[in-house]
């Protein structure tokens, strides 16, 4: 059974960091394109960052470029989604996401685009 599972959400200052995992289970995640979303109250969800799966291209929203950065640990079968110089517009429920294609930059931030998500972990940037 494909199953994702995050971790690593917390409370944090603005300007702290945090890194949140998605280990897999169930499928081979270097096959698969991987997408990290988050979902504000009262707002849609949306894309943070993506690889895509084989290809390895990593795509990133443009408010998280340079502060966030996605990376993975196939010998676990993990993601992670590392969250540096956080402000409080990053606060939200993070979800990651697997898709057996492969997502290109016209796709990978449609939540649609995915069949399987984890079940979130909420960041909370605030003093």
């Known amino acids: 059974q494909v199953q994702l599972v995050e971790s690593g959400g917390g409370l944090v200052q603005p300007g702290g960091s945090l890194r949140l995992a998605c280990a897999a289970s169930?499928?081979?995640?270097?096959?698969?394109?991987i997408g990290w979303f988050r979902q504000a109250p009262g707002k849609e969800r949306e894309g943070v960052s993506c690889?895509?799966?084989?290809?390895?291209?990593?795509y990133y929203a443009d408010a998280v470029k340079g502060r966030f950065t996605f990376s993975k640990d196939s010998a676990k079968n993990t993601v992670y989604l590392q969250m540096n110089s956080l402000k409080p517009e990053d606060t939200g429920a993070y979800y990651c996401?697997?898709?057996?294609?492969?997502?290109?930059?016209?796709?990978?931030?449609?939540?649609?685009?995915?069949?399987?998500w984890g079940q979130g972990t909420q960041v909370t940037v605030s003093s």
């Open positions: 996401a697997a898709e057996p294609r492969v997502l290109t930059d016209s796709t990978w931030y449609v939540p649609r685009s995915y069949d399987s």
């Open positions: 169930g499928f081979p995640l270097d096959d698969y394109s």
């Open positions: 690889r895509s799966g084989m290809i390895g291209t990593i």
